[in-house]
């Protein structure tokens, strides 16, 4: 496995204008990173966690609190106890019972509290853990439904669940066990610490040396989990990314028999991911133990001191034995030290890479102060619009051109021609590289998203369904559209007859990946959604491709009402549509090389009458 | 269902897995148990050096030699804890591993049809966090659950032995413990199997929301999106919430319950003591014993929660293991040395395993004959059953009923993996993998060297996917969803050179040519049509374009084959298929009508 791939992304310069040193996901599979871009993922992980934290902060010390309380609450039962043998026990056989009384009395009340704290804290840590991580699923969802698309199609869906699953998984550790075991041992070690103080400051300090190799330890340790937790993140990564790769393109794995081939690549990658996960346990099966020995040298280093002061005369061997006692209970809680030290170098690893993905900023960006548009009439304008993907060759050449609100433009002209391009940027899935975009006079970076998704609404090629029933992948278009509005809208779109015949009507589920409804069907709903959308401007880029004749056929009645008032721009191959097209626009290697009336175009002698000519004669 | 499955059953389903490990785990378990005798015998160790030997008046050889024997049971503690990772952690990880690897396995070979009803989310979160949880358990919960009772049952032996009445009391606190403990399994296996479950839908969601993403931009729904998201996050929350709590009350009454004896015991004690009845130095011992006891005790809560939580995971494991791959190789696989490529549906059927009972199937019957080296096309309404009929060839579902054959051979006789060399297919619904142009086309294809590189320029050429050699790192370049994104008709046209390169007997093309322009359809058709006069193809079409490139037409109506024959028969003959495939106005259609019917006359004239 490569420690240092380049992941894919632009440069940052691209991303982040104004020279801001992030680097969002840039980095993300580099696993040895160099000191400056360590200590910056680092900082980042942490801030993302103090962001986290801070709106909880309240549930955060409360739940510091209840552990401490009940700690001390649990401390007090063997104190109980002496004293009901050392003082009670005499008072009894004295004759008084009283004592025994208050002896049992307050044990049983220091036992309720220290269950009820017990059960208090374990629901209190488990508020704080789901609160954060609610908060954190919901923070990088918005972000990654924020994000352009030109991000998506680099970064892969399996990333972002990896993000989503694995990453968080890790962050949960932490907090459920993590605030309990760190405040518990702390106060514990502390308490302790002050006990041997008041005994013997000089074995106090022999203690508190302890603390110079336990750091040196920790130190090793948080170097080297780093970078072994750093890579667990990665390698988990690309397990995700293929084992969903695979999921979801699982017929064509059958049918070109890639079974083997994948097989072979995932027990690679499982195999990488034993190994680093191996690596870390085994760091930790060094700091731990280490730790526990640490602490016991301690204990017989502080036998030798006390030894010879006993034999000096300075101490007391009964003060010896307290002290000797008090030490060894000192480093008990080290084990969960350490293992809390242990999930919060897991953790920061996996918001190194969270927090890289939240850093991402969109290329397409919501306008700070938005023009409003509530009345869109749809009048799209490009005033010398040039366009290019990130650093890439100029697509799209010097473009002007204007379409008038109402009218229904065609656009023509060979596959990869940049039809669909000029279709992105009117949608605003892409932003120009120069020049300007406007709807109804407004520049579409100006324009509230609301608005502008109100205004314009694209139909693909690809129609993708979402679990659920068709009604509701129908209501995408429209959430809070009725199911007279949704029937009528795959009525309009002649949807409505293969729909009925579903199982269960407009209630069938879909399936995942809509594995039951036929790409022409799929189409259809996705045109129903559009229809239901009801935008001022609509685009249909190659969304009747996969319809059969008599589908289409249904489908352009539907569009001839629709279309009334409405600006369109159809991109099809089947020139069919060609026919209800006021104006025709043939591109060409990024520019418009005729413009007119489908008329006066076939009539001519340019590319479309070609074209024109050449798919009449197809349809026969 | 596997719910119900008891605790001992499905930890026992671990065992061939695990047996392998087992005296690696037994060895963990002795370090485990050497490293907790340690801790306990430390304090006590120190006590009789102190209180013995150097209360005696020792010397500063005494010193040495006590702080030696301390040191030496602190490096044991310490080797031990080491050593036990040290013989579980590797183990524990292949097992992991293992499974893990199996249960991708198994889900590459599961159905089609299985894939269609459960969501890749769920099935990662299973392949990932629950296989996690199993593997901690097994590593640490299980050990730790052993040894902890082991401490207990020893420390409680003790309390027996140093006084029989006290330790009465503390074993009577067990009853009601151990039925709360019974209720407890019940309610906290519920709640973790619904926290588990609701994770992978949670998956399951972001994986959609990422991959429908430019419906949701386009419609501009995202907000919407995360809306359901976020819902669907509290719910889990909430779960989770839930099963906080439902440890913490057990946790509670664990830890609750034993305290509570031992302040009994505490005045029940001092009143034996007092009476004479128990000496003092045997109360001390026993409530020394009883702190000792007291920690363990503790921890069996969570441990117990670790169990039940690897007991969900397990089960939810075996769910999708236990799932029956119904389409699987035949027991003495037939393999033909010289493929014809004679392709025959014989009254197949074919419904979908969750269809409504009074639901017609969606194949009724289907009766068709495809010659060798045959070009079919396959035209029908929307909706009518044609993806579902060429999805039974490469066998991604089987039939229902009927047969279909190659070379007079029924399908489920050939070999999986030799049918599947047999068929190849490029459907609606292009899926490209993460890798390179090359890798991508030739994926079906077992040439190597010189040959490979023909088929390949062959195939991109024939497919009209001459943009693939101008990518920027040529037919190297990575494509697929970690890769460079195609267009739909690029996509559409690397899916073509695939399936041509694979040289197959029988092609299966759904409507291939969908995303083109006219102009490179016709390239793609001329090239196509040299290709596939030795190869049988069954094509999906829309057009009168595509059909132009088969032999014979078949058309499909409410399930069944309604008529074969030409185009130009059909288009004659039969009012379906004009409705179906014929775009120009009916006025046309009857022209064409007249025109081709009395050509059929002369014929019959001639006869």
Known sequence: ?620 | MTNQNTLWQSLGRLYPHVRPIIPRLVLGLLCALGASVMALAIPQVLRVLINDALAEGGSARTVWVASGVVLLLGVLEATFVALRRQFVITPATTVETKMRTSFYRHLQNLTVEFHDRWGSGQLLSRAMSDLNLMRRWMAFGLIMLVVTSLTVVMGVTIMFFTSWALALIFVAAAVPLIIYGYRFRTSYSRVSRKSQDQAGDLATTVEESVHGIRVLKAFGRSREALEDFEEQAEELRRTEIHKARSLANFSMIVTLLPELALGASLVVGVTLAASGDVSIGALVAFFATAAAVAGPVEFIGPLLAMTFTAKTAIDRHYEVMEAENTITDAAAPVHLDAPRGDVVFGDVHFRYPDAQADADDVLDGIDLRLRAGETMALVGVTGCGKSTLLQLVPRLYDVTGGAITIDGVDLRSFSLEDLRSLVAVAFEDTTLFSTSVRDNVLMGSDATGAEADRLLEEALDVAQAHFAFELPEGLDTLIGEEGLSLSGGQRQRIALARAIAAQPTVLVLDDPLSALDVATEERVEVGLRSMLTSTTTLIVAHRPSTVALADCVALMQDGRIADVGTHSELLARNDHYRYVIASLDDEEIAQLGRAVQPALDDEGALA
């Open chain 1, 1 to 620: 496995m490569s420690r240092t791939t380049t992941a894919a992304g632009d440069t940052p310069e691209d991303r982040k204008p104004g020279g801001s040193t992030s680097a969002g996901v840039l980095n993300e599979d580099d696993v040895l990173l160099d000191r400056a871009q360590s200590k910056s993922v680092r900082s980042r992980s942490f801030r993302l966690l103090g962001s986290l934290i801070r709106p909880n902060r309240r549930q955060f010390a409360w739940t510091v609190l209840l552990v401490v309380v009940s700690q001390a609450a649990r401390v007090a039962g063997p104190a109980i106890i002496a004293f009901g043998i050392d003082r009670a026990l005499p008072a009894l056989i004295a004759g008084n019972p009283l004592l025994l009384w208050v002896a049992g009395g307050t044990y049983l009340l220091a036992a309720v509290l220290a269950s009820v704290l017990t059960a208090g804290y374990l629901r209190a840590t488990a508020q704080l853990s789901q609160a954060m991580l609610l908060d954190l699923r919901v923070r990088v969802f918005r972000h990654t439904q924020r994000l352009s698309l030109e991000f998506h199609e680099k970064y892969t869906s399996g990333r972002i669940i990896s993000r989503q699953t694995s990453d968080l998984e890790a962050l949960r550790e932490l907090l459920d066990s993590g605030v309990s075991s760190l405040a518990s041992g702390a106060v514990f070690m502390l308490f302790t610490a002050a006990t041997i103080f008041a005994l013997d400051w000089r074995t106090g300090f022999l203690i508190l040396a302890a603390a110079v190799p336990m750091f040196l330890l920790a130190r090793w340790y948080q170097k080297h989990s780093q970078i072994a937790y750093r890579e667990s993140r990665v390698v988990s990564a690309k397990l995700i990314v293929h084992f969903i790769e695979t999921m979801t393109g699982i017929r064509a794995v059958k049918a070109f028999r890639r079974e083997t081939v994948n097989a072979r690549r995932y027990d690679e990658l499982a195999e990488d991911y034993r190994t680093v996960t191996v690596r870390s346990i085994n760091l930790n099966g060094v700091f731990q133990p280490g730790l526990v020995l640490i602490g016991n040298v301690t204990v017989a280093v502080v036998l030798v001191f006390g030894g010879f002061r006993v034999l000096g005369g300075t101490l007391e061997v009964g003060a010896l034995l307290a002290l000797l006692l008090y030490s060894k209970r000192f480093f008990q809680p080290v084990d969960q030290m350490a293992m809390f030290y242990n999930s919060f170098q897991s953790a920061s690893a996996a918001l190194e890479k969270v927090s890289g993905l939240l850093e991402e900023v969109p290329t397409v960006r919501p306008p700070k102060n938005p023009v409003p548009l509530p009345h869109p009439r749809g009048a799209i304008a490009f005033h010398d619009v040039q366009f290019r993907y990130g650093t890439g060759p100029v697509v799209l050449p010097t473009l002007d051109l204007s379409i008038q609100a109402g009218q229904t433009i065609a656009l023509v002209g060979q596959t990869g021609a940049g039809k669909s391009t000029l279709a992105k940027l009117i949608a605003r899935f892409y932003d120009v590289s120069e020049g300007r975009l406007t709807l109804d006079g407004v520049d579409l970076r100006e324009l509230a998203p609301t608005d502008l998704r109100r205004a314009v609404v694209m139909v693909t090629q690809e129609a993708f369904l979402f679990s659920g029933s068709v009604a509701d992948n129908i209501a995408l278009g429209k959430p809070d559209a009725g199911r007279d509005e949704i029937m009528a809208a795959a009525r309009a779109v002649g949807a409505e007859q293969f729909i009925l015949e579903l199982p269960e009507g407009f209630d069938t589920d879909v399936n995942k990946r809509g594995g039951r409804v036929s790409a022409g069907q799929r189409q259809l709903i996705s045109f129903a959604r559009a229809f239901l959308a009801d935008p001022a401007v609509l685009i249909l880029d190659e969304a009747t491709s996969s319809l059969d004749i008599p589908s289409e056929r249904l489908v352009q009645e539907g569009l001839q009402k629709l279309l009334g008032n409405r600006t369109a721009l159809i991109i099809a191959h089947r020139l069919s549509t060609v026919a209800i097209a006021d104006r025709v626009l043939v591109v060409h290697d990024g520019r418009v090389v005729e413009d007119g009336t489908p008329a006066q175009l076939i009539g001519g002698t340019g590319r479309f009458a070609t074209l024109h000519a050449a798919w009449k004669d197809s349809l026969v």
